[in-house]
T-cell receptor, first 115, second 109 residues
Framework: DAGVIQSPRHEVTEMGQEVTLRCKPI?????LFWYRQTMMRGLELLIY????????DSGMPEDRFSAKMPNASFSTLKIQPSEPRDSAVYFC?????????????FGEGSRLTVL | TQLLEQSPQFLSIQEGENLTVYCNSS?????LQWYRQEPGEGPVLLVT?????EVKKLKRLTFQFGDARKDSSLHITAAQPGDTGLYLC?????????FGAGTILRVKS
């Protein structure tokens, strides 16, 4: 069975450019999470969707970040305009239930470098 | 400040040695999970502990949840090079799963 699929795996861009990261959760999972991982701050939850509805976006750094989940099989995380401090590995994860009850299945991550 | 503090941050040991890593907090969690992450991959769940004082074993790995549900430990017996990776604890608070910064384990052969 396919796991969580993220694209692109690697992205190098220049400051000010728009970045779009994509995620396909595991079929049947009703919760989707976007995390950011850096050496300094570890894994940080950015936003959490349940049944395609954003439940908690308190971790989204600022207005430059936005996330959408138009249907149960697709989500995007957009950064516009990007800045060097956004450089990190962005993970998408999905689960059958809420975050506090079940296992999170992570994708392989999208490594973003903003020059 | 991390809600979950993990120690040590980095551990390098020889194959065959035993080790323990810790996950501590001043907050109570309804459950706590341990994940292992290898380079270039996402974290993978090892275990979930729910009850205070609970002990779970997974082959050479032993996980314990503190009686007050504020802390946890992971003990590895006879470590092998395949155990190398980043070990993350994660606590459930409300509708969120909050991760510690992790312990990087390197097992040398």
């Amino acid at each position: 069975d396919a796991g969580v699929i993220q694209s692109p795996r690697h992205e190098v861009t220049e400051m000010g450019q728009e970045v779009t990261l994509r995620c396909k959760p595991i079929s049947g999972h009703n919760s989707l999470f976007w995390y950011r991982q850096t050496m300094m701050r570890g894994l940080e939850l950015l936003i959490y969707f349940n049944n395609n509805v954003p439940i908690d976006d308190s971790g989204m750094p600022e207005d430059r970040f936005s996330a959408k989940m138009p249907n149960a099989s697709f989500s995007t995380l957009k950064i516009q305009p990007s800045e060097p401090r956004d450089s990190a590995v962005y993970f998408c994860a999905s689960s059958l239930g809420a975050a506090n009850t079940g296992e999170l299945f992570f994708g392989e991550g999208s490594r973003l470098t903003v020059l | 400040t991390q809600l979950l503090e993990q120690s040590p941050q980095f551990l390098s040991i020889q194959e065959g040695e035993n080790l323990t890593v810790y996950c501590n907090s001043s907050s109570v969690f309804s459950s706590l999970q341990w994940y292992r992450q290898e380079p270039g991959e996402g974290p993978v769940l090892l275990v979930t502990v729910v009850t205070g004082g609970e002990v779970k074993k997974l082959k050479r790995l032993t996980f314990q949840f503190g009686d007050a549900r504020k802390d946890s430990s992971l003990h590895i017996t006879a470590a092998q090079p395949g155990d190398t990776g980043l070990y993350l604890c994660a606590g459930a608070r409300g509708n969120k799963l909050v991760f510690g910064a992790g312990t990087i384990l390197r097992v040398k052969s």
